[in-house]
T-cell receptor, first 116, second 116 residues
Framework: EAGVAQSPRYKIIEKRQSVAFWCNPI?????LYWYQQILGQGPKLLIQ????????DSQLPKDRFSAERLKGVDSTLKIQPAKLEDSAVYLC??????????????FGPGTRLTVL | AQSVTQLDSHVSVSEGTPVLLRCNYS??????LFWYVQHPNKGLQLLLK??????LVKGINGFEAEFKKSETSFHLTKPSAHMSDAAEYFC??????????????FGSGTRLQVQP
C-alpha cells in the first residue's frame, strides 16, 4: 500500500513570496489533515477535510493560508504572502474513516519550508 | 479544552536499560490517546493507541503504555532500549465532536537518546 505522498520535500523562499504544497493521501482515505510543525514543537493541526469538505479550519491563518481538497483526493496548501514565522515543516496526514476518534493517522514525510 | 503535557523534553538512557517517557493529558470527555515516533527526516509513525478496550496497550517494537484515568497519564515504556529507538516521541490526545470535527492535540515531544 502506497503511503501519503508530499511534494516538494524542501522549499526556500523570500518573505512575501507565495508557496504551495501538495499532498496525495492513501487511496480511499476519507479524512485529510494538514499540520504545521515548528522546530522543537509538536505538530499543530491547521485544517481537516472529510472527503472534499472542510470540517475544521479554526487554526488556519486565513489571511495568508488557504487549502483545498480536489474531488476528495489530493490537497494543496498555499501560503500567500509568506512570513518569516512560517518557516516550519508542513505535514500531511490521512485516515480511513470519518467521525472516528480512534482512527489512526498516516503521515507523509513533510515539506520543510524556509522563509528568508 | 484538551491538552497534553510531555514531562521531559529530553531523555537519555543506555542501550539495554528501560525506557520511560511520561505523558499527562486533560480532556473534557473520554479521549483516545496515541504515541507516535518521528525519526530524523522521516514521517510520524504510530507506535500504539488507547481506545478504551484495555488500559495496558502494546505497540510495535516492544513499546507499551498504560492508561491511568485517575492520574490522567499515558506513559510510554520499553523494558530494554535499542540504539534504533533514538528518535522524537509524541503523545497525542484525540476527541471527535458531534460536528465530526476531530480535535487532535500533540504534546511538545520527548527526544530519546540511547547511549551505547
Amino acid at each position: 500500500e502506497a503511503g501519503v505522498a508530499q511534494s516538494p520535500r524542501y522549499k526556500i523562499i523570500e518573505k512575501r513570496q507565495s508557496v504551495a504544497f501538495w499532498c496525495n493521501p492513501i487511496s480511499g482515505h476519507a479524512t485529510l489533515y494538514w499540520y504545521q510543525q515548528i522546530l522543537g514543537q509538536g505538530p499543530k493541526l491547521l485544517i481537516q477535510f472529510q472527503n472534499n469538505g472542510v470540517v475544521d479550519d479554526s487554526q488556519l491563518p486565513k489571511d495568508r493560508f488557504s487549502a483545498e481538497r480536489l474531488k476528495g483526493v489530493d490537497s494543496t496548501l498555499k501560503i500567500q504572502p509568506a512570513k518569516l514565522e512560517d518557516s516550519a515543516v508542513y505535514l500531511c496526514a490521512s485516515s480511513p474513516q470519518v467521525f472516528v476518534d480512534t482512527d489512526t493517522q498516516y503521515f507523509g514525510p513533510g515539506t520543510r519550508l524556509t522563509v528568508l | 479544552a484538551q491538552s497534553v503535557t510531555q514531562l521531559d523534553s529530553h531523555v537519555s538512557v543506555s542501550e539495554g536499560t528501560p525506557v520511560l517517557l511520561r505523558c499527562n493529558y486533560s480532556s473534557s470527555y473520554s479521549p483516545s490517546l496515541f504515541w507516535y515516533v518521528q525519526h530524523p527526516n522521516k514521517g510520524l509513525q504510530l507506535l500504539l493507541k488507547y481506545t478504551s478496550a484495555a488500559t495496558l496497550v502494546k505497540g510495535i517494537n516492544g513499546f507499551e503504555a498504560e492508561f491511568k484515568k485517575s492520574e490522567t497519564s499515558f506513559h510510554l515504556t520499553k523494558p530494554s532500549a535499542h540504539m534504533s529507538d533514538a528518535a522524537e516521541y509524541f503523545c497525542v490526545v484525540s476527541e471527535t465532536m458531534d460536528t465530526g470535527r476531530r480535535a487532535l492535540t500533540f504534546g511538545s515531544g520527548t527526544r530519546l537518546q540511547v547511549q551505547p
